[in-house]
């Protein structure tokens, strides 16, 4: 009978040490995924609403950035006509080069703009950036267009995938 009680506390042992330590790693892991507001590492460069410390900053208009594995860039916003005519939307050329070794996916779901007063604008249908992947080496290259809400002043274009903690950010006027 004592064996048996000594194996069981050694179990129930066991078993709590397991629990702590998973409780452990997932709260580790949980804080690796955890957007944290903050300046970015490396970048000098002024605030911008929802600065987060995950951030990669290009360094302006059509400069590029390095993020898992790929190149990205944008250019400078420029207004053009909506969608069938109707209003303005602001545009910006973005290209994706693939620089892994497996395929990545991209398209127009990926960008975001938020306006001067922090408003974030999801991607309009009139742009020409495709949804698909691209191949190790390959590039995408193509417009998003958002809704010109007639703000003046800097504009952050966001990259961020779903289910990524880190964005690419330009920061670009209109």
């Not at 190790?136 to 504009?155: E, I, M, N």
């Amino acid at each position: 009978m004592a064996v048996i009680a000594a194996a069981a506390v050694v179990l129930t042992t066991v078993v709590v040490l397991l629990a702590i330590g998973f409780r452990k790693e997932a709260n580790s892991v949980a804080n690796a995924l955890t957007p944290k507001a903050g300046r970015p590492s490396g970048y000098h460069g002024p605030a911008y609403p929802g600065m987060l410390v995950q951030d990669e900053v290009a360094a302006g208009p059509g400069a590029s950035i390095e993020f898992r594995g790929q190149d990205l860039s944008a250019t400078d916003l420029s207004r053009t006509a909506g969608l069938f005519g109707f209003g303005t939307t602001l545009c910006s050329t973005v290209t994706t080069v693939d620089r892994g070794s497996t395929s990545v996916d991209v398209g127009p779901a990926d960008w975001k703009l938020q306006a001067p007063d922090g408003t974030v604008e999801t991607f309009q249908l009139n742009g020409s950036l495709q949804i698909g992947q691209i191949a190790p080496g390959a590039r995408a290259s193509g417009t998003v267009c958002f809704a010109d809400t007639g703000q003046k002043g800097t504009y952050e274009l966001l990259w961020q995938p779903l289910f990524q903690v880190g964005r690419g950010v330009w920061l670009l006027h209109a």
